[in-house]
């Protein structure tokens, strides 16, 4: 849209335009004219036939009328027109103004020079050679390679920016601050300023070094000759200081009085660079022609002092006469030939080298490798053997040439980066460019180009000219003190000497005029207050206390006095520059924020991370503490603008990136919940306004910030009641209140106004306060005020609402009462306590919420006391002892006592209060409740004798002090208090296993009171007009229970006034409302609607279905019976012990449902399968002991296997069916008997028996289904599982009827197969049961499961009875043993094959244990889709099924050895065993009838007879 374009940052609205008071930035539109425009704009809109539009024509300009302004328009930063305008208005109304002539310079005038001669300075004359001799060839380019690619890739950065808009003077300071905002603009702007200013330092240094060693070295004040070592360098640095103070004050002089004459001289200077770098290229020509003569003298290998000798020899022939020369005397004590000399030079010759053998002679070789030197080391030549004494002490040291420095490669990188420093001479000019778009990335980078060029040909060039002695003496002290470059240089030396004099002195003049510009720019700026004096200068606009302060910082530079320790320091302030030019522009890439649209199109966000990552390196390559020094610069002056500093708002990046961290930081919230680690109250504080839209409640947010004190979320919310259209301007300025005071009151939060009627005005805050994973956790609310009275019930109902409300959402719940009582942040406690009544636990918030306060200074003296109520039943002594560990643990250091409540008699205050009770029946006879749930609410008081407080579930007994100022109960006059809620559990004490009170309120009356089944109804309904509390009941109509509860209330509450009173705050735990508000439940809610269908189920299965088919024997069937009710009725009441201990045990309870009776007859089914393996063969006191060991072993796998292999099992494959199996064959393993391994004669069938067996294989068969669904998952897990169960079924049963005519010779059915085999499909399917098996793997696992337990019946069991002593009675073996191992084996592969392509997110609810972990990612999203989905152990399919292969193993290992172990115990003679004979024959342990035996006595009878 052209009214919101943002790169404008102010109109172009003509001459007469006027500028806001506010930047014009705030503006939306291009116009924004004065109000006496609006008459012309009208005007002009007459008659365009724009009629549709005339309302908007004010703030909406037309667009023709906007293309003339559009057509002329210019991007400046925001801000530059500030300092024009500013510098108009300083220098008032002149006489007349010279006209601005239009810029005319082009690129190589107006940027590529420039840069060149900023580029080109003082290290390149004074250090390059020295560096190659000291670095080699090798490591020099890779210093030079480095620095240039820095500067490279900064110079694309700026290219990019500089194209961006036009950049002011100041250069890249504009470019950062517009780009990374006011506290980095400012931190890097000083930093560059002080980076320009040693930098002037440097080239001053510079000029100096040249001129008193080369030029004039007559001239030094502090006399170098004759000093040696530590003397002579301080001499020099002396000199150093005095002349660079006195050439800095003239340089300062000459800037101050003549700028323009300086900006003149520039090319000359420049010519003068240009020059001497085309001399030493002409002397590198020249010596691939005719080398030159430069000798360097070497004693042995180390390098001479030119100053030392007279000729290169120690003794010299003149008239045949041998002659001593100056250097034998420089090392002997006299002229003489015998005279003593330096044992040095007594064994090693004199030679004689060239200094400069030229580029052919093949010396690159030599220079190729560095060589560091220590300080006061010889400079010696490589390659020429010496021979020393390494004993002999060094002497005459000064004679020869030494190492000035420690030198090492970082030291190299900090020493030579000020050479491609410079880059930004272009972009600084953009004002007198004539195209800047086009000249300053051409420029810039030309140059970059070919001074990079020149540096690296420089770096071969010397090391294959010069020799490395020559190239490592630093000031030439080996080749007659000449400038080495110099030696080098074409057609004289002077030409370089001269040259690199002049273009330091330019260097130096030209920072001395460009820092102070830029600390100028940086102070009319405004964001650093201290140096907004700095900003005003001469009338012509110099800026003359700047130059002043730039000349007496630049003369620390001086005071250093060394070049090469000055040279690391304005290294560290532009690498800095540079990194932030680099970061500037990957983040205004990567937040590709619409103003960003350069010219220049040759950049990429990861170039300028790329020389961002350089920059950083290479400030702490050359001098880590330096670099640290320059940050923590930037860090304090970064911090000062941040908290000091003027405000601006300049649409950075600095912005931008902080809108993209913060949505990156809430979308990373909504990963998971915190952890415990992490949790702190984040506080949405409900306040009410008046009238006047002031709020009524500030002492809430004291309250707030003494809790917060500036940590997490706070969001302050109110409403403003009305409609939103019309009450905007009330809701406006109700936020302007909300934010005034909690600057006040110093809460960092926010605030949130809602217009709507107060109660969905409330809860629509509680709703949608926050953003995505920031999200308050807790609700502070004030008490309501004179709730009893009528006009005020509609804030009473409001305030249990917000109760409710904060239950629903697991919102923690505070209630401060008398908040008007609480101190301001002002105030301090000297002394005094806290007391934190703790009657339940609430996952410990009552614990933190007095920790946070006395992190507050007004609270920070007082001091914790915890108070906790002890009950009939309870030790108070072991009570305090456990109390006092718990909040050792939680380091929270605190006095405690453990009230004791006894029983007393019943006060006759009881019965007043009571009568409220009484009253309160009536308004929940308004609440529509039940007669029972009314029951419950009254007598909500636990008796005292009802157990420990310390219980898991729903909590006993609760405090609340809640009466109204006034009344006698709760009246305090020094103490206030605050009311807790936490309807869940508070992730701060104990994660899982903390019990989870329900939500609190507080009663309407002072009763103290609370429901023991966790529930409580508080709320008054609408319906309820008239005054329910005048209801008085009769006296004698009073329960007596009621009165004894009551009392115990009224006792508690009397202890706490007692205990309390001098207490400065005291915190108490809220119960909380009924869940249900209208009393309406969902049946299926209810675990006897959902479970017991089952239950009965398998309750057919236990007692019809296992005791039918365990009838089978002709003799046997009151046994097969009767002992099977016998064993499952105790086996069942044995499970829910031994179970429940292991499973459902919780504060030493045992709870009770459906479910556990669920899981007690899966223990009764494994123990009865076990019998089947003894049928009629032990006498039922050996049953009951068998049971009475089984489950204990059974409940014991059961518990490990899941606790610990975490295992999927949903029809029992392995836990109940492979159990039983191997337990049972291990118990008849134990008791076989050898005469019944080839039959018994009773051991047979009769009509009836079998008919009966078929009717309980029928039962089984029919409610198999719900024995294989009961604990899979309600919904399509189980329906998965009944529709398996049931295919497999009836696979199994047709098979069953094929294999027995199959496999019987006479072709006929066999009822035994009948009875057994045509169960074995649901076992088969058990361990895949609730898999997405498909239908046709049902059906083929229940073809194969019949298989095998067709041919187990015919084959596997003969065998297992002749060959390994196993008489398996009822074949338990094949019917579920086989079966068993197959079923383990599909749910196996089925778990392999699961998949989340085929299962969808369901896959984590059936395989729970594949779920993700507890704060993964995916686990979130997998929760926004199936809510109430736990963290998992985050398996994959192969872990999984290896967990199921080792449940298998040590399943049967452990039933096995259990039955082994049990089959030896039930061998004892006093379990009265039955003989062999009395086997299979209920006449041992039943009264039978007389004829109950007949048809065998025929059927043997017959055999006799045929016999016979």
């Not at 460019?433 to 040909?457: C, E, F, H, N, W």
Request: charged content about 15%.
């Amino acid at each position: 849209m052209l009214n919101n374009i943002t790169d404008c940052e102010e109109g172009e609205g003509g001459p007469n335009s006027k500028g806001d008071v506010n930047p014009r930035e705030s503006s939306p539109f291009i116009y924004s004219s004065a109000a006496g425009d609006v008459e012309k704009k009208n005007l002009q809109y007459d008659g365009k036939n724009m009629a549709l539009f005339e309302e908007e024509m004010d703030t909406s300009p037309m667009v023709s009328s906007l293309l003339s302004s559009l057509a002329n328009y210019s991007n400046l930063p925001t801000g530059s027109k500030e300092h024009e305008e500013a510098e108009n208005n300083e220098e008032g109304a002149r006489p007349s103004k010279k006209p601005v002539k239009a810029p005319q310079l082009g690129t190589l005038m107006g940027v590529y020079l420039p840069c060149i001669q900023n580029i080109f300075g003082v290290i390149l004359f004074l250090r390059m050679t020295w560096m190659v001799g000291i670095g080699g060839v090798f490591g020099s380019f890779v210093i030079v390679f480095m620095c240039c690619s820095t500067t490279m890739l900064t110079a694309i950065s700026m290219s990019a920016i500089a194209t961006n808009g036009v950049v002011p003077a100041g250069g890249s300071y504009y470019m950062i601050s517009r780009s990374l905002g006011p506290e980095f603009g400012g931190a890097v702007g000083i930093c560059f300023y002080l980076g320009t200013t040693f930098a002037g330092a440097m080239y001053i240094l510079g000029c100096i070094e040249i001129l008193l060693i080369y030029i004039v070295p007559q001239a030094a004040v502090f006399k170098i000759e004759g000093l040696e070592g530590a003397e002579a360098e301080a001499a020099l640095l002396n000199n150093m200081r005095v002349y660079g103070t006195i050439v800095l004050s003239l340089m300062a002089l000459v800037v101050f009085v003549g700028v323009k004459y300086v900006n003149k001289l520039a090319l000359v200077f420049l010519a003068c660079v240009i020059l001497s770098i085309v001399a030493v290229y002409a002397g590198i020509i020249k010596t691939a022609i005719d080398p030159p003569v430069f000798p360097v003298c070497l004693l042995g290998n180390r390098t001479l002092v030119s100053k030392g000798y007279d000729v290169c020899a120690k003794v010299i022939e003149i008239d045949n006469e041998t002659v001593t020369t100056k250097l034998w005397r420089s090392f002997c004590d006299s002229e003489s030939l015998n005279a003593t000399c330096d044992e040095y030079f007594n064994n090693n010759n004199v030679t004689e080298i060239q200094g400069i053998p030229g580029v052919t002679s093949g010396v690159l070789a030599e220079n190729l490798f560095g060589n560091y030197l220590e300080k006061g080391v010889i400079l010696e030549k490589r390659g020429i053997v010496s021979d020393v004494d390494p004993d002999s002490p060094a002497t005459s040291s000064n004679r020869y040439v030494l190492a000035d420095i420690t030198s090492f490669f970082t030291l190299l990188v900090g020493i030579y980066f000020p050479s491609v420093t410079g880059i930004m001479a272009g972009s600084n000019r953009s004002g007198d460019l004539r195209d800047a778009q086009k000249s300053i990335p051409i420029g810039t980078i030309a140059a970059i180009t070919t001074t990079s060029t020149v540096y690296m040909s420089c770096v071969v060039l010397f090391g294959a000219c010069i020799e490395g002695v020559v190239l490592r003496d630093k000031f030439g002290e080996g080749v007659s003190g000449n400038l080495v470059i110099g030696t080098l240089a074409w057609p004289s030396p002077w030409v370089i000497v001269f040259g690199s004099f002049f273009s330091t002195c330019g260097a130096g003049l030209q920072s001395l005029t460009g820092a102070p510009r830029l600390l100028q720019a940086i102070a009319r700026d405004g964001i650093i207050p201290f140096l907004r004096v700095f900003g005003h200068g001469k009338a012509n606009g110099e800026p003359t206390w700047a130059l002043l302060l730039t000349a007496s910082i630049c003369e620390i530079g001086i005071i250093i006095a060394s070049l090469d320790a000055v040279a690391p320091i304005l290294s560290m302030f532009f690498l800095m520059c540079y990194m932030f030019v680099n970061l500037a522009c990957a983040l205004q890439t990567l937040l590709r924020t619409p103003n960003w649209r350069p010219r220049f199109k040759f950049y990429h966000w990861a170039l300028s991370f790329l020389g961002m990552s350089l920059c950083l390196s290479l400030m702490f390559i050359c001098s880590w503490y330096y670099a640290i020094v320059a940050m923590g610069i930037a860090t304090c002056i970064y911090k000062y603008i941040e908290f000091c500093g003027a405000e601006k708002e300049w649409g950075d990046g600095i912005r931008g990136i902080s809108l993209s961290a913060a949505r990156f930081a809430l979308m990373r919230l909504e990963e998971g919940p915190p952890h415990t680690k992490n949790w702190r109250p984040q506080i949405l504080v409900l306040v009410s306004v008046d009238a006047e839209q002031n709020v009524e409640q500030p002492r809430l947010l004291s309250l707030t910030n003494q809790l917060k004190a500036g940590k997490g979320l706070t969001i302050v919310g109110t409403t403003v009641q009305g409609t939103f259209l019309d009450n905007y301007t009330e809701a406006q300025r109700a936020d302007q209140s909300l934010r005034k005071l909690m600057e006040t009151e110093k809460v960092k939060g926010f605030s949130q106004v809602v217009t709507s009627n107060l109660r969905d005005g409330t809860s629509h805050l509680i709703q949608v306060g926050g953003l995505g994973g920031l999200k308050h956790n807790t609700v502070m609310v004030s008490w309501p005020r004179n709730w009893k009275q009528p006009e005020y019930h509609q804030h009473f109902r409001n305030f249990i609402e917000v109760v409710r409300e904060t239950t629903v959402a697991s919102l923690a719940l505070l209630v401060p009462k008398n908040i008007s009582s609480y101190p301001s942040n002002g105030e301090r406690f000297t002394e005094g306590h806290i007391d934190v009544w703790w009657i339940v636990h609430d996952g410990g918030m009552l614990m933190l919420l007095p920790f946070l306060l006395r992190q507050h200074k007004v609270w920070r003296k007082c001091k914790i006391r915890i108070f906790t109520v002890a009950q009939m039943d309870d030790n108070s002594i072991q009570m305090k002892k456990d109390l006092i560990t718990f909040l050792y643990h939680l380091r929270i250091s605190a006095e405690v006592e453990v009230v004791e409540m006894l029983d007393g008699d019943i006060s006759a205050y009881t019965y007043e209060k009571t009568l409220i009770m009484e009253q309160r029946s009536q308004i929940l006879k308004q609440m529509h409740l039940t007669k029972n749930e009314k029951e419950r609410e009254i007598q909500s008081i636990t008796d005292s004798s009802r157990g420990s407080i310390r219980r898991k579930n729903p909590p006993t007994l609760c405090v609340q002090h809640c009466a109204e100022e006034g009344t006698s109960v709760a009246e305090k006059t020094e103490a206030e208090s605050v009311a807790i809620s936490n309807s869940k559990q508070v992730p701060l004490v104990h994660s899982k296993n903390a019990s989870t009170p329900t939500s609190p309120t507080c009663p309407p009356s002072s009763a103290t009171w609370t429901d023991n089944k966790g529930k409580n109804l508080l709320a008054v309904s609408p319906e309820s007009g008239k005054d329910l509390f005048n209801m008085k009941p009769e006296w004698e109509h009073l329960n007596q229970s009621d009165l004894r509860r009551m009392h115990t209330a009224v006792r508690l509450n009397e202890v706490i006034m007692k205990k309390s009173k001098e207490a400065k705050l005291v915190l108490l735990n809220m119960p909380g409302p009924p869940k249900n508000r209208n009393n309406h439940t969902n049946p299926m809610d209810n675990a006897v609607y959902r479970d017991y269908p089952i239950f009965t189920d398998i309750q057919v299965m236990i007692f019809l279905g296992f005791g039918c088919l365990l009838a089978f024997f002709r003799l046997y069937g009151f046994s097969g019976m009767v002992f099977n009710f016998l064993t499952a009725t105790f086996a069942i009441q044995w499970a829910i012990l031994v179970q429940g201990y292991f499973q459902f045990s919780h504060d030493g309870k045992i709870h009770l449902g459906v479910n556990n009776l669920i899981n007690a007859e899966f223990a009764c089914a494994v123990v009865l399968i076990s019998c089947g393996a003894v049928l009629g063969k032990t006498s039922p006191l050996q049953l009951l002991v068998m049971a009475l060991l089984e489950v204990p072993v059974f409940a014991a796998t059961e518990w490990a296997v899941l606790k610990y292999l975490k295992i999927n099992d949903a029809g029992g494959s392995i836990l109940i069916h492979l159990f039983a199996c191997y337990f049972g064959l291990g118990v008849t393993f134990v008791l076989y008997r050898p005469q019944l391994n080839d039959g018994h004669a009773k051991e047979t069938t009769s009509y009836q028996s079998d008919m009966l067996s078929v009717m309980g294989t029928l039962f089984l068969w029919v409610f198999w289904p719900s024995f294989n669904s009961a604990l899979t998952l309600k919904g399509d897990d189980q329906h998965r599982a009944i529709l398996h169960t049931f295919i497999g079924l009836s696979a199994s049963t047709l098979t069953a009827f094929a294999l027995s005519a199959m496999l019987n010779k006479s072709g006929k059915l066999t009822m035994a197969d009948i009875q057994n085999v045509t169960l074995a499909g649901g076992v088969t399917v058990g361990a895949s049961v609730d898999m997405m098996i498909s239908p046709a793997a049902a059906y083929a696992l229940g073809i194969l499961g019949c298989t095998a337990c067709m041919l187990g019946y015919k084959y596997l069991s003969p065998f297992l009875a002749r060959r390994f002593r196993i008489q398996d009675q009822c074949g338990i073996h094949n019917l579920h043993g086989l079966t068993g191992l197959i079923s383990c084996a599909a749910g196996i592969c089925a778990i392999l094959v699961a998949s989340e392509e085929v299962y969808g997110p369901s896959l984590y609810e059936i395989f729970t244990h594949r779920a993700p972990v507890e704060g993964d990612p995916r686990l979130r999203e997998l929760q926004l889709l199936i809510p109430g989905l736990r963290p998992g152990l985050g398996r994959t399919a192969q872990e999984q099924a290896l967990f199921q292969v080792a449940a298998v193993f040590s399943t049967i290992g452990v039933s096995a050895l259990g039955g082994v172990a049990t089959g030896f115990i039930l061998k004892l003679p006093f379990l009265a065993p039955p003989s062999d004979d009395f086997c299979f024959d209920d006449k041992l342990f039943f009264d039978v009838p007389p004829d109950y035996d007949t048809p065998l006595k025929l059927q043997l009878l017959r055999v006799v007879n045929e016999s016979d």
